[in-house]
């Protein structure tokens, strides 16, 4: 675009930058421990992944066209940048980091990083982005410790939790009367520290107790999900559906017996079929072969076991990783079926904003390679109060759900923030 290009509405300019990545050796520290105080962003999984600083360009879109402004805007910018890429595995090269608003209300925004140290497969590197006019020199990794979080007491949020089970207890009443098949509703706790929260200290205790579950962070969003949105690389299209949900004992034995009750359950089996068609039917367009599992396997976390399906495609066109998650969101692991009914429904009756939970979080490549899980199990810290942050949980509610067995499985989904905050 040229300076006497007109800027149009919803069309967000996009800088002109420089990209180098390169392997260094050397670095045993886990990722994440290169995050500085504030700012940082990360995307970690069985300690590979990539974790970033500092702001080379930045989008903050919020609308029902907020996925295709932020497409057109990577785009624009993949199209001015100039990269030098001597690292090649997917997370190397240009990356930006992102995250979604549940609704279309809610903030949106892609982040590039000015530094960006990556891992993957025993190979670390970094990346330097910078405006073309003002070229980066590599960076000396720190490697920081993190503050504990200290004392931390925890609020009702939006709902009590009494207030809550008579929110799902409505629910179901619309369910079985014939309005809906399944709706998600979530509820927040307000975490309140003695001191300022030093984000890394959550951050690493979550991906050191979830490190089969991605660890995010993304302007102040932190969590550990289990749940894969999308995946695309290398032409290959990958889902984590979960849905259907049962508590962990802490005794193996009890817990296997669960984990098969689980399996055998018919409102579990019901809640994750709903799931697995939205995925499936969302893909299909984008896939020239797909595998859809006829049954699901059950996913083992720390806290919880969940009724898991991998939906996996061949890619059949150039959708990115971003235009699939755009397609997919919201599937009815977070918000139900129908989706437009269940969608009003948690604005009629959840009594809350969810901000970004919920909503695709993640990262893509120039590409267009990349992945979104979706943001569950996290925390949004306030922007305003450095020692508060508003931590998530939801369950999905279909006609057989009993509203305390629901939040007592919102209260095992909040374990992990509760516990990574030091309760
Ligand atoms: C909404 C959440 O989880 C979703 C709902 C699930 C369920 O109802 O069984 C399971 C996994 C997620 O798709 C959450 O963790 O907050």
Redesign the pocket.
């Known amino acids: 675009m040229s300076l006497s290009d007109p800027v149009l509405p919803g069309h967000h300019p996009a800088p002109h930058l420089v990209i180098r990545s390169q392997p260094i050796d050397g670095v045993s520290a886990q990722l994440m421990d290169h995050l500085p105080q504030t700012g940082g962003l990360a995307w970690v999984r069985r300690g590979d992944g990539h974790v970033g600083w500092g702001v080379a360009a930045r989008l903050d879109v919020a609308g029902s066209n907020r996925f295709t402004e932020a497409q057109v805007w990577w785009k624009d910018l993949v199209g001015a940048a100039v990269v030098r890429d001597e690292v090649r595995v997917p997370g190397s090269g240009l990356v930006c980091f992102g995250s979604f608003g549940f609704t279309d209300a809610d903030p949106s925004e892609l982040v590039v990083p000015e530094v960006i140290v990556g891992r993957r497969g025993g190979t670390t590197w970094v990346t330097t982005i910078s405006p073309a006019s003002s070229l980066a020199t590599r960076p000396d990794l720190i490697r920081h410790e993190p503050a504990p979080v200290g004392e931390v007491a925890f609020a009702d949020g939006s709902r009590s939790g009494a207030e809550w089970s008579g929110i799902v207890a409505d629910a179901v009443t619309r369910i079985t009367g014939g309005e809906l098949d399944k709706v ?1 509703l ?1 509820r927040d706790l307000i975490a309140i520290a003695s001191q300022p929260i030093d984000l890394r200290w959550p951050l690493r205790q979550l991906a050191a107790a979830y490190p089969n579950c991605w660890t995010f962070s993304v302007d102040g969003l932190i969590g550990a ?3 894969l949105l999308v995946r695309r690389e290398k032409g290959l299209i990958t889902s984590r ?5 049962i508590r962990r004992t802490g005794d193996d034995a009890h817990d296997l017996a669960l984990a098969a009750s689980l399996a055998r359950s018919s409102k ?1 089996l019901e ?2 079929e709903f ?1 697995v068609r939205s995925v499936a039917d969302a893909l299909k367009p984008h896939c020239k072969s797909m595998n859809v599992p006829e049954t699901p396997f059950v996913l083992h976390l720390p806290n ?1 076991m ?2 898991a399906s991998d939906v996996a495609g061949v890619a059949a066109n150039g959708a990115s990783a971003l235009g699939l998650a755009a397609a997919l969101h919201p ?1 009815a ?2 918000c139900g079926t129908p989706t437009d009914t269940a969608r009003d429904l948690i604005g009629e009756i959840e009594g809350m904003s969810r901000g970004r ?2 909503g695709p979080v993640g990262w893509m490549d120039a590409g267009g390679d990349g992945e979104w899980c ?1 943001a ?2 996290c925390g949004q810290a306030d922007p305003h109060d450095p020692t508060r942050m508003r931590i ?6 279909v006609a057989g759900s009993d509203p305390e067995a ?1 939040l007592a ?2 209260n095992a ?1 909040l374990v992990p923030m509760r516990d990574a905050l030091g309760d």
């Open positions: 998600v979530a999900t289990p749940e559906v979960l849905a259907g949900t579990d809640e994750h799931a919880v969940h009724l599937s692991a977070v939970f919920s979706i569950l199990r998530f949980a939801g369950a999905g509610i629901e499985e919102t989904k």
